[in-house]
């Protein structure tokens, strides 16, 4: 069973940090590029950042790029990626979903696999 698993969201002022994990397990973590995908109230899906788990290579929407670091590992069978966000801004308040998919995505359409998701809320 395919299985990913979010953790590390919450409330923080603006100007803080969060580090958000995702714990992938039930599907071959090298063969994917997992990545994290946001949802404000009212807004549509946005493609926050991606990794290709096997080449370490990296995307980031322009929303994010020099605040947020995606880095992931595999330890033991444990499968894991995190995506430690900086320099927070209200702006940054959504749902923050982990997602799988066979390619580093730009947008949240290529993905196969959710997490259940996780709140972010930056207050000013």
């Known amino acids: 069973e395919v299985q990913l698993v979010e953790s590390g969201g919450g409330l923080v002022q603006a100007g803080g940090s969060l580090r958000l994990s995702c714990a992938a397990s039930g599907f071959t973590f090298a063969e994917y590029a997992i990545g994290w995908v946001r949802q404000a109230p009212g807004e549509e899906r946005e493609a926050v950042s991606c990794?290709?788990?096997?080449?370490?290579?990296?995307?980031?929407a322009d929303s994010v790029k020099d605040r947020f670091t995606l880095s992931s590992s595999s330890d033991n069978g444990k499968n894991t990626v995190h995506l430690q966000m900086d320099s927070l801004n209200p702006e940054d308040t959504a749902v923050y979903y982990c997602?799988?998919?066979?390619?580093?995505?730009?947008?949240?359409?290529?993905?196969?696999?959710w997490g259940q998701g996780t709140q972010v809320t930056v207050s000013s």
């Open positions: 990794i290709g788990t096997s080449d370490g290579i990296t995307y980031y």
């Open positions: 997602a799988a998919g066979p390619f580093i995505a730009t947008t949240p359409r290529p993905y196969d696999y």
